[in-house]
T-cell receptor, first 111, second 115 residues
Framework: DAKTTQPNSMESNEEEPVHLPCNHSTISGTDYIHWYRQLPSQGPEYVIH???SNVNNRMASLAIAEDRKSSTLILHRATLRDAAVYYC????????????FGTGTRLTVIP | GAGVSQSPSNKVTEKGKDVELRCDPISGHTALYWYRQSLGQGLEFLIY????????KSGLPSDRFSAERTGGSVSTLTIQRTQQEDSAVYLCASSLVRATNEKLFFGSGTQLSVL
């Protein structure tokens, strides 16, 4: 699986938007971009995924660069419950079995 | 249950003992994954099942680790002759099918402590 690069940590004020970046310069044309987050003492939970077009769901939005070498997870209004580690992962057909998680971005939400 | 269930939630064992960790995936999910997470680290892939077969065992760290899945449902991860470096949270996940756009559902994990 191709690698992703994320900042180790970010901070946001409560009720403000948060943009979490992810670089994946070696992405291939068939790789899906997945985002998961892990709250303290819990297993990761799915947030969103996409291939080429921007995606929206009730949790977040995913903005994918035109060249697909980077993406941004957008939380429109951060809440204290959004404090978690956010993982950006690529999933390709040959490695479809696995999701290789790095250390992610630890998001701190400031009240 | 509605989610992935893992048991026990916590396990303390002595070095050299064997342990079994259990995972009950979401009903109907054909794919099942085991991961390990050491303190402050990301997730380390261990093994993957499609149905009852494990086509990819490359992540198992040593021959002390084994896993099986029966009836396309429950899976057991066994660690023989546990070592202190085996201490970690062991996470199980399942997905409906094996596909690149399929989401994984994780359990809350088993915290293993080897004394």
């Amino acid at each position: 699986d191709a690698k992703t690069t994320q900042p180790n940590s970010m901070e946001s004020n409560e009720e403000e938007p948060v943009h979490l970046p992810c670089n994946h310069s070696t992405i291939s044309g068939t790789d899906y971009i997945h985002w998961y987050r892990q709250l303290p003492s819990q297993g990761p939970e799915y947030v969103i995924h996409g291939l080429t077009s921007n995606v929206n769901n009730r949790m977040a939005s995913l903005a994918i660069a035109e060249d697909r070498k980077s993406s941004t997870l957008i939380l429109h209004r951060a809440t204290l419950r959004d404090a978690a580690v956010y993982y950006c992962i690529l999933r390709d057909p040959t490695g479809a079995n696995n999701l290789f998680f790095g250390t992610g971005t630890r998001l701190t939400v400031i009240p | 249950g509605a989610g992935v269930s893992q048991s026990p939630s916590n396990k303390v064992t002595e070095k050299g003992k064997d342990v079994e960790l259990r995972c009950d995936p979401i009903s109907g999910h054909t794919a099942l994954y085991w991961y390990r997470q050491s303190l402050g680290q990301g997730l380390e892939f261990l093994i993957y099942f499609q149905g009852n077969s494990a086509p990819d065992k490359s992540g198992l760290p040593s021959d002390r680790f084994s896993a099986e899945r029966t009836g396309g449902s429950v899976s057991t991860l066994t660690i023989q002759r546990t070592q202190q470096e085996d201490s970690a949270v062991y996470l199980c996940a399942s997905s409906l099918v094996r596909a690149t756009n399929e989401k994984l559902f994780f359990g809350s994990g088993t915290q293993l402590s080897v004394l």
